[in-house]
């Protein structure tokens, strides 16, 4: 079975500064896609970046960006210039043959 | 193009009644999951529904039952309610092929459910 983990409970991070959250997955599939979500306080989940697993180029939408390592199942978010809307729980998503499968979520305070 | 919405947004309940959620996935959008937010367990798959029919179904009892309309609305029902049912109920709408990987999912707002 797929598993996802965020060893990152909570962080923290100056406004206008960069970030990186940490997500590890194990699977046994060689095609998948890989998800972060953002969670704000008002709890509606959307889609912050998505990487396709046979895509070696690391996905990126503007302020977002992913580390994507394959061999080590390592897929990473950062954060760059970092604004207070940003603080949310961000979720990372491993999705292949079987239903979606999420990590625990990683807390995100940006300070002022 | 309209996001996707659930009905009601805040629900009270007591021990032993029913719920029943409703889901409206995006326009276009066959395939209907829901999932259980919990901040014990986090974010639990329920099951999903492609076509009327269902897909996948996650590791919970038997109370908890779904159905998908011909116009992709999906509905679930929890019977016989219980305090740990207590949790926010998310639902996602996705281009899912017919096999293979799930595409990816947009989610609706959730339906805060509280059992008392």
């Known amino acids: 079975a797929q598993t996802v983990t965020q060893s990152q409970p909570e962080m923290s991070v100056q406004e206008a500064e960069t970030v990186t959250l940490s997500c590890t997955y194990d699977t046994s599939e060689s095609n998948y896609y890989l998800f972060w979500y953002k969670q704000p306080p008002s709890r509606q989940m959307i889609l912050v970046i998505r990487?396709?697993?046979?895509?070696?180029q690391n996905a990126t939408e503007n302020r977002f960006s992913v580390n994507f390592q394959k061999a080590a199942k390592s897929f990473s978010l950062k954060i760059s210039d970092s604004q207070l809307g940003d603080t949310a729980m961000y979720f990372c998503?491993?999705?292949?043959?079987?239903?979606?499968?999420f990590g625990k979520g990683t807390r995100l305070s940006v300070i002022a | 193009k309209a996001g996707v919405t659930q009905t009601p947004r805040y629900l009270i309940k007591t021990r032993g009644q029913q719920v029943t959620l409703s889901c409206s996935p995006i326009?276009?959008?066959?395939?209907v999951s829901w999932y259980q937010q919990t901040p014990g367990q986090g974010l639990q798959f329920l099951f999903e529904?492609?076509?009327?029919?269902?897909?996948n179904k996650g590791n919970f009892p038997g109370r908890f039952s779904g159905r998908q309309f011909s116009n992709s609305r999906s509905e679930m029902n929890v019977s016989t309610l219980e305090l740990g049912d207590s949790a926010l109920y998310l639902c996602?709408?996705?281009?899912?092929?017919?096999?293979?990987?799930?595409?990816?999912?947009?989610f609706g707002p959730g339906t805060r459910l509280l059992v008392l």
């Open positions: 326009s276009g959008h066959r395939s």
């Open positions: 990487q396709e697993a046979y895509k070696q």
């Open positions: 998503a491993f999705s292949g043959n079987t239903p979606l499968v």
């Open positions: 529904y492609f076509s009327e029919t269902q897909r």
């Open positions: 996602a709408s996705s281009l899912a092929p017919p096999t293979g990987i799930q595409e990816t999912q947009y």
